[in-house]
């Protein structure tokens, strides 16, 4: 999928397709009379509401708060962010379909939506596979599978952040940009990817360090070959 194609809708999202609620209500809440006091509850009960649906991995919950006129901007949490390091790619598209800034930091300032995409942060791996929809796709498919769904993933949240406008040479104020990110982890398709989208090669990260010197001129060819490619 190009860039240009990028689709920033909830129906065309490439995985995983199924979406789980966690709103314990009455059955008429999305459609009936009720459906605009349980959000002015929820909202009342939860103070960063878009996060907390983003934390469950609940994308009805999150598509309903948003239509309700909750702006992305209005959480502490960053839940662009959130969604972005839980691999909730229709999560991610209903944000920056709603206003959601591609380029903002997180409250440390060494955490942003295209950082968060990519890293492997243990701080998120528990909350990822208690993630509704990862959990349901991981008693559908095998493991094999769902791990090349995943990965499909993050780079469709990549794509879908630079469509809005996300700065892939962001380096968090000298720390490191998404490019280093991508090859200290090994992950030559996302390495491939953010080169194919403009990234920069020879920004230093916070030790000096610019991403052709951590791959050396051999894999720097391959890598750029393979981006051209």
Same mark, same amino acid.
């Given at each position: ?14 995985? #995983? ?24 509850? =929820? @909202? ?60 903002? /930091?997180?409250?440390?300032?060494? /955490?942003? #939506? ?20 990862? *959990?349901?796709?991981? /008693? ?11 990965? *499909?993933?993050?780079?469709?949240? @990549? ?15 000298? =720390? ?19 080169? *194919? ?26 890598? @750029? ?5």
């Amino acid at each position: 999928m190009s860039v240009e194609a990028a689709p920033l809708a909830l129906e065309t999202v490439t995985a #995983p397709q199924r979406v789980v609620s966690t709103m314990h209500c009455a059955r008429d809440v999305l459609t009936g009379s009720h459906y605009p006091n349980y959000l002015d509850r =929820f @909202i009342e009960n939860h103070p960063d509401p878009l996060s907390s649906a983003c934390s469950r991995g609940d994308n009805v919950l999150l598509k309903q708060l948003l239509n309700h006129g909750v702006h992305p901007a209005q959480d502490t949490q960053d839940p662009l962010i959130i969604a972005a390091a839980m691999r909730n790619q229709a999560g991610v598209a209903l944000l920056l379909q709603h206003g959601a800034n591609p380029n903002l /930091r997180s409250r440390s300032g060494l /955490r942003g #939506p295209v950082h968060a995409a990519i890293g492997k942060d243990p701080q998120w791996a528990l909350q990822i596979r208690l993630n509704p929809i990862w *959990r349901a796709e991981a /008693r559908r498919l095998p493991a094999d599978r769902l791990s090349a769904d995943f990965e *499909r993933a993050e780079r469709d949240i @990549i794509r879908l952040l630079a469509h809005a406008g996300a700065d892939l040479n962001n380096d968090l104020g000298g =720390f490191e940009t998404p490019l280093h990110v991508a090859i200290l982890d090994s992950n030559i398709a996302m390495q491939a990817l953010l080169l *194919r989208l403009g990234a920069n090669l020879d920004i230093p990260n916070y030790r000096g360090a610019t991403a052709r010197h951590l791959l050396g001129p051999e894999l720097t060819r391959m890598l @750029i070959d393979l981006a051209i490619g």
